[in-house]
């Protein structure tokens, strides 16, 4: 909707502290069908403000990278939204806890902008505090800590999605026990039952993308009333959580490596649920660290 329910043009200030998923929040406005511009220098808000109006509602991403960004200005500019009578504007701020970022920015090997020459903790520990006003202002607050960006897309999309054209995105994943439980799974099938390709010396360097490695898997006689049931049971459940406002639902497959059954029954389930209509992404946790760790760098996708 471009204008709020009283007919005035819609503006969001979209901001926070670095790593705490400004661009995540910005995308998910933009494929809402929101007018996003990221980084807008401050000076020239009232210009934009004042021109033709938009046929869309308005997102405005700042943050301490603005080339004019200040504290004192934003909230001036703040303050300059509100006092209109033609514009609906709302302040939402992203947060997330200092290990929370620090360990975003380790992950990343970003540089912080408020500390570009040293460790970002200092930089993350003079940016929070340099925002604290903001925070002060903020309309809708999102504490981001522990969210993946999934999480983060489907908050926005339950915030700001209005309840039209409401979809459930389905994320598949695969796992090893060993390194427990994902974060943020909804449904968990343990499939440590079926036959385990690891005792197969052919199969036991590769992983369940291989057509091998899914072959022997199937070939266990429980594989087929097992996929059938998990299918059906998942189609059965998916319109109930959508119809019930939810938009992001992780359902996770687990085996004792995450190597060879839950990757390959993710693999098949996700191309089952694709071809019945839903949205779905898959991940392979285990899979994932493995490549992070051949590439040398830190561990992604890790659930702790």
């Not at 908050?155 to 995105?169: K, S, V």
């Not at 209509?277 to 040398?296: F, K, M, T």
Request: proline share 7%.
């Amino acid at each position: 909707m471009p204008v709020a329910p009283d007919g005035r043009q819609r503006v969001v200030l979209v901001t926070g502290p670095s790593g705490a998923g400004r661009s995540t929040a910005i995308n998910a406005l933009e494929d809402l069908g929101w007018e996003v511009i990221d980084n807008l220098p401050l000076s020239l808000l009232p210009r934009l403000i004042d021109g033709p109006p938009l046929a869309r509602p308005l997102a405005l991403g700042l943050d301490v990278r603005n080339r004019d960004f200040g504290v004192d200005a934003l909230i001036e500019a703040i303050d300059r939204l509100a006092a209109r009578d033609d514009v609906a504007e709302q302040v939402l701020y992203l947060d997330a806890p200092v290990d929370d970022l620090v360990a975003r920015y380790s992950e990343t090997r970003r540089r912080h902008p408020l500390a570009p020459e040293g460790p970002p903790l200092k930089g993350i520990e003079r940016e929070k505090e340099l925002l604290v006003p903001i925070r002060g202002r903020a309309d809708i607050l999102i504490e981001t800590g522990g969210l993946t960006p999934h999480d983060l897309r489907a908050e926005m999309f339950d915030l700001f999605a209005g309840g039209a054209g409401r979809t459930l995105a389905v994320s598949i994943q695969s796992f090893s026990y060993k390194r427990g439980l994902p974060r943020g799974a909804d449904l968990v099938f343990d499939v440590r039952f079926l036959r385990n390709p690891h005792w197969e010396p052919s199969l036991r360097g590769r992983d369940g993308r291989d057509p091998a490695v899914l072959a022997h898997v199937e070939a266990d006689p429980r594989y087929d009333e097992f996929f059938a049931r998990t299918r059906d049971l998942l189609l059965t459940v998916l319109p109930g959580y959508r119809d019930e406002g939810k938009s992001h639902l992780v359902v996770a497959f687990g085996c004792t490596g995450g190597q060879h059954r839950s990757v390959a029954i993710a693999r098949e389930m996700a191309s089952a649920l694709a071809a019945a209509g839903w949205q779905v992404s898959s991940r392979h946790r285990e899979l994932e660290r493995r490549a992070a760790l051949a590439d040398g760098g830190p561990e992604r996708g890790t659930d702790r």
